[in-house]
């Protein structure tokens, strides 16, 4: 059997924002009931080459797969090169024979994006919302509002970061109102996606009804919101696991400042009804990125180019 190759070129055409937010839905609610396999992910760190990389593997009824992936955010000023980039490689679970390999750079932004709009639909209180705050302008900001606009119509949208000419550029190119930090935790929805150690988004700037994505903290040691934040919001996370150790929740988990009993369970959960909201009406999701999202996608994407005939055919194993 050959294998499907697919370039980032060919990934671009074949995915639809609407299929892709399905397709991590689905996956959410699979890891909710249960029916994943999916270990921790992997970490190389390189602090020689100021990066790192991550291995993802996983499995969800019948399909499974691997994405690895990179984190060298001095990629862009000192090499011209993205700070993420990441190959998938789909396998048959039967037989292991890889299916396809094919390009994860625009994968993971994508899946990381639907991802937010997933949690905003099923957190946000204010129904529905009318104000979208972005905390950070980078590459994944711009997956993150193309999926809340998928979902959301008319949303007002606020967006503001440390740097104003990278604010003034995105907004330039996306249709929104640069503002502060400040303005734009006051919208109904804040998406944080930074690469920050230290606490960005304050408590004092939210509302009470406010739903906040936490995109950015993916790796141990990050932090992007200030702890009274997660003391006062019904928190929910993508995987207890990989939260705990590098979500969101882990500086403060770790300096005894939160307990696990401070998270109310796993947006999974939530979905297939094994978790609840309370009376709070402050939320938050604590995102991490999980290989489960990457390979309900990669599945849709690989189903698809099949379908319409695209991608090239290589012969890596002979039976």
Not at 56 to 81: C, D, F, Q
Not at 102 to 113: H, N, P, S
Not at 143 to 154: C, E, P
Request: glycine share 8%; with cysteine.
């Amino acid at each position: 059997m050959k294998t499907l190759i697919l370039t980032q070129s060919d990934v671009n055409q074949l995915l639809d924002l609407g299929e892709a937010i399905s397709a991590v839905e689905g996956a959410f609610l699979a890891h909710g009931r249960g029916e994943t396999r999916m270990p921790s992910k992997v970490y190389l760190q390189l602090p020689d080459n100021m990066g790192d990389f991550r291995a993802m593997p996983a499995y969800i009824s019948g399909s499974a797969g691997v994405k690895w992936v990179n984190s060298h955010p001095e990629n862009p000023r000192r090499h011209g090169l993205p700070t993420v980039m990441g190959l998938y490689i789909l396998s048959d679970p039967l037989t292991a024979l890889p299916l396809a390999i094919l390009d994860a750079t625009l994968l993971t932004a994508v899946r990381t994006g639907a991802a937010a709009a997933v949690a905003s639909r099923h957190l946000a209180s204010k129904r529905p919302p009318k104000r979208l705050g972005l905390v950070g302008c980078g590459v994944q900001a711009r997956f993150i509002l193309d999926a809340h606009r998928q979902l959301f119509s008319d949303l007002e949208v606020v967006a503001a970061d440390i740097s104003r000419q990278a604010a003034e550029r995105f907004s330039d190119e996306n249709d929104t109102t640069v503002g502060s930090i400040e303005e734009a935790a006051a919208c109904d929805i804040v998406c944080t996606a930074t690469p920050s150690r230290r606490p960005v988004l304050r408590r004092q700037w939210l509302s009470e009804e406010a739903h906040v994505n936490a995109m950015g903290a993916d790796a141990p040691g990050k932090q992007e919101l200030e702890l009274q934040v997660l003391l006062d919001a019904d928190v929910f996370v993508d995987d207890r696991e990989q939260a705990f150790e590098s979500g969101e929740v882990n500086v403060p988990l770790h300096q005894g400042e939160l307990s696990p009993s401070g998270v109310r369970g796993t947006l999974g959960e939530l979905l297939a009804g094994h978790a609840s909201r309370s009376s709070r009406s402050l939320t938050v999701f604590d995102s991490t990125g999980l290989a489960i999202q990457d390979l309900a996608l990669a599945r849709n994407i690989y189903e698809k180019a099949r379908h319409q005939g695209m991608g090239r055919e290589v012969e890596f194993i002979q039976g």
